[in-house]
């Protein structure tokens, strides 16, 4: 199995915000959001692995800033970590104004698992890290996992 690159994988999504879109706070509706962030993660995963995924956790979902109707929202999903048949993918999230200047909304971080053919874990691609920013994802999903490693082991 061949490793892959992190542009290799890299997904971009652009929604305009609509009125079903939106809570009684005239915001963004967090779900919504949730549910396009863990689409983008899963085409990142399966551009990857080239097999079909499954979400195993939403590790660090932050919203830094909210967004209204008519925005241009654009969701950008990357391999950041690849384990034996896990994959981690970093989802950020922004709003773009109308000269293409974009503002950050939200950042999640998703682990995905790749499939086999009967639903079992099976193993994914490595991944090629070139850029310092791409070292230093990794090095923050090294950790990342180690978290939640721990946290599995107290039951949480």
Known sequence: ?????????????????????????????????????????????????????????????????????????????RMTYVGNTSMEVR???????????RKVVNRAYIVMVALDDDGNPTPVPGLIVETESQKAEWEAGVRRRALREERRREGY
């Open 91 to 101: 989802v950020d999230t922004y709003v773009e104004d109308l000269a293409g200047i």
């Open 1 to 77: 199995m061949e490793a892959k690159r992190v542009e290799d994988s890299i997904t971009e999504q652009i929604q305009i915000l609509m009125p079903v879109h939106i809570n009684g706070q005239d915001r963004l509706f967090g779900g919504q959001l949730v549910e396009w962030i863990d689409v983008v993660a899963a085409v990142v995963a399966r551009r990857h692995s080239g097999h079909n995924v499954t979400t195993v956790a939403i590790d660090n979902l932050q919203f830094k800033a909210g967004a209204f109707i008519n925005n241009t929202l654009v969701i950008i999903g």
